[in-house]
C-alpha cells in the first residue's frame, strides 16, 4: 500500500527557510512524478513544484524563485525548500505522486500525505 | 500559463440528484485532466484522470467527459458522503487547479 507522510517544522520565522520533508513507503520512488501542492486556510489548491524520478524538475513560475525540490532515492524521499517565507505562505501543504493517466510530461495525483500545517509567524 | 476555470463556484442540490461540474482551460489541454474530491482537513482524492477515467474504487456514479477546452465531471445521483469540494486539474506539464466548486446539501 503506497503511503506518503509529511514532516517538517510546523512554524516558520519570515524571511526564512520553509523545508519539508515527505517519506514514500510501498513504492519506489525511482519511478514516477513527486509533487508539492499547498492550501491556504480556507482557500483552494496551488501547485508549487513536481520532480521526476530523473530529477527533472517543474515548479510553478509564480514561485519558481524561491522553490527547490529535491529527491533521494536511498531514503525513498523527497524535499521541499521554500525561502524567504512570509505569512502568505502559511498554508497546509500536501506531497503527492503523479502515477495516473500520465502524458509524455505528467500524470494526475493517485497518491497524497495527510497534509502538514505550516505557519510563518515571528 | 494555462487557467482552470471551474464553474458554479458553489453547487447545492439533494441526494438523488444529477450534479454537473464544468471546468474551462483557457487553452487547448487535449485530454489531459483530473478531477478530485476534497472534504474538509483531508487530502484531495482522485475521481478521474485523464479526462473520462474512473480511478480504481470510485464509484461508478462518477463520471467525467470533454476535450480540448471544456470538460465535465457527473454525479449521477447524489450520495450523502459526495458533500464535499471538488477541483479540476490541468497536469500536462504544469500543474494548474480550478479554484473548487463546494457542492453543498441543499
Known amino acids: 500500500q503506497v503511503q506518503l507522510q509529511e514532516s517538517g517544522p510546523g512554524l516558520v520565522k519570515p524571511s526564512e527557510t520553509l523545508s519539508l520533508t515527505c517519506n514514500v513507503s510501498g513504492a519506489s520512488i525511482s519511478s514516477y512524478y513527486w509533487g508539492w501542492i499547498r492550501q491556504p486556510p480556507g482557500k483552494g489548491l496551488e501547485w508549487i513544484g513536481y520532480i521526476h524520478y530523473s530529477g527533472s524538475t517543474n515548479y510553478n513560475p509564480s514561485l519558481k524563485s524561491r522553490v527547490t525540490i529535491s529527491v533521494d532515492t536511498s531514503k525513498t524521499q523527497f524535499s521541499l525548500k521554500v525561502t524567504s517565507v512570509t505569512a502568505a505562505d502559511t498554508a497546509v501543504y500536501y506531497c503527492a505522486r503523479g502515477g495516473r493517466g500520465c502524458s509524455t510530461s505528467s500524470c494526475s495525483l493517485d497518491y497524497w500525505g495527510q497534509g502538514t500545517l505550516v505557519t510563518v509567524s515571528s | 500559463d494555462i487557467q482552470m476555470t471551474q464553474s458554479p463556484s458553489t453547487l447545492s442540490a439533494s441526494v438523488g440528484d444529477r450534479v454537473t461540474i464544468t471546468c474551462r482551460a483557457s487553452?487547448?489541454?487535449?485530454?489531459?485532466l483530473a478531477w478530485y474530491q476534497q472534504k474538509p482537513g483531508k487530502a484531495p482524492k482522485l475521481l478521474i484522470y485523464k479526462a473520462s477515467g474512473l480511478e480504481s474504487g470510485v464509484p461508478s456514479r462518477f463520471s467525467g467527459s470533454g476535450s480540448d477546452t471544456e470538460f465535465t465531471l457527473t454525479i449521477s445521483s447524489l450520495q450523502p458522503d459526495d458533500f464535499a469540494t471538488y477541483y479540476c486539474q490541468h497536469y500536462n506539464s504544469y500543474w494548474t487547479f480550478g479554484q473548487g466548486t463546494k457542492v453543498e446539501i441543499k
Open positions: 487553452q487547448s489541454i487535449s485530454k489531459w
